[in-house]
């Protein structure tokens, strides 16, 4: 019996040293899943919208089986107006079977400088009646494809709608960020968006390492532009949304790992109804702010962004350029505070924060930048 005990107490602490060792080992690695394309050439997979670069930044909204046809376009004209004055300018809504009542959502979408993504629609009879409208963006052929389509089924479906209109691009959205499932989707519409919904129940570096394979897997087989689909939902009514600081440091990653557009889910589902929460509703107002100043750089001609690695496997780190502009993004990913320590080019002289509102805890001196991130922090300078 005290030899059984013996062994049992060594597996358990064999079994505990294992845990910590992984543990470690994933944390320690966290940063080897994010920002792997060391330098972005980012011309390509750019998005055009009337012919000129495009940054969709936007909503999903969501609204099935209300008989109330008069409310549901309510609703989204609604939506559309919020999401103007909010500083966005896309939002993804369902025809359903209310064609006349889509074509009125798109007249006023123009009016509002807003654009609008399709979804739910019959290809026969939607395509020929809408995509002569300025605001339309483009075709969503496809939900959740790596669960609800094969391949073939969904090439043919692009195929289809792309023969009616040649000129709009398809979208499809995904949540699988195993490379090799990717790699089945990416070449079958235009623009992929990659789903990443962490919280409660995971951390928010979920984002960066979903995104990065996405970019990634595109990037090294020619295949699609990647739009991120984030969260700003709560996934049932016992379950918490995610904060204005997570969804701000999600935001980031996306950026970071060269993303082309974001679409957030959502403004409204059958659960959920953004501006009720007030905190998050405002608080994304001013994410909106942040990255349409950012718009000099992600529709640069020639924006060049170069990832920085350091020690610090919490810290992530990019400098983006256009031109002479340059701007040094850095985000704490961890929700725990976090020591910088960068070496930065020796060109680099001067520092000054970006934002007006940003309240700077790093500095330059002899060549490095030094000082501390809050938990889930973002930085963002001017350097020159």
């Known amino acids: 019996m005290t030899s059984l005990n013996m062994r049992n107490k060594k597996n358990i602490l064999l079994a505990l040293l294992v845990g910590i060792i992984i543990i470690i080992s994933v944390a320690a690695d966290s940063q080897s899943f994010c920002l792997s394309q060391k330098a972005m050439q980012t011309n390509a997979q750019r998005i055009y919208y009337n012919g000129n ?53 798109l007249e006023q979408a123009q009016s509002v400088g807003v654009t609008l993504m399709v979804i739910d629609f019959d290809p026969v009879t939607a395509v020929p009646a809408l995509k002569s409208y300025p605001a339309l963006l483009g075709w969503t052929i496809g939900d959740d494809v790596n669960k609800n389509y094969t391949p073939n089924a969904l090439a043919q479906l692009d195929a289809q709608i792309k023969a009616l209109d040649p000129i709009h691009p398809t979208y499809i959205t995904m949540y699988d960020p195993n490379p090799q499932v990717i790699e089945k989707y990416i070449h079958l519409a235009n623009w992929v968006g990659m789903e990443t919904y962490p919280i409660p129940s995971k951390s928010v570096v979920e984002v960066c390492h979903a995104i990065n394979s996405a970019v990634s897997t595109s990037l090294a087989t020619g295949g699609s532009s990647i739009i991120a689909n984030l969260q700003t939902f709560a996934w049932s009514s016992t379950q918490r949304p995610p904060t204005t600081i997570e969804v701000r440091n999600m935001t980031y990653q996306a950026l970071l790992e060269g993303v082309r557009g974001i679409l957030y889910y959502t403004y409204k589902d059958s659960s959920n109804y953004l501006p009720n929460n007030t905190e998050l ?38 400098m983006w350029q256009v031109n002479n502009q340059k701007l040094l993004l850095v985000l704490n990913i961890s929700t725990e505070s976090q020591n910088v320590s960068i070496n930065l080019p020796s060109s680099i002289r001067q520092l000054g924060s970006f934002f007006n509102t940003q309240q700077p805890s790093l500095s330059l001196k002899n060549g490095a930048l030094t000082g501390s991130l809050k938990p889930l922090d973002i930085q963002v300078y001017q350097v020159s």
């Open 53 to 105: 670069p495009f940054f969709p930044l936007g909503f999903y909204y969501v609204e099935h089986n209300n008989p109330n046809q008069k409310s549901v376009l309510q609703g989204q004209l609604q939506a559309i107006n919020d999401i103007a004055s909010a500083g966005f300018n896309v939002m993804q809504a369902s025809v359903n079977s209310y064609l006349s009542d889509f074509q009125t959502l």
């Open 281 to 318: 509703w405002s608080g994304i107002k001013t994410i909106a702010q942040e990255v349409k100043s950012l718009e000099p750089w992600l529709l640069g001609s020639n924006f060049r962004m170069t990832n920085i690695t350091q020690n610090n496997s919490q810290i992530l780190s990019s």
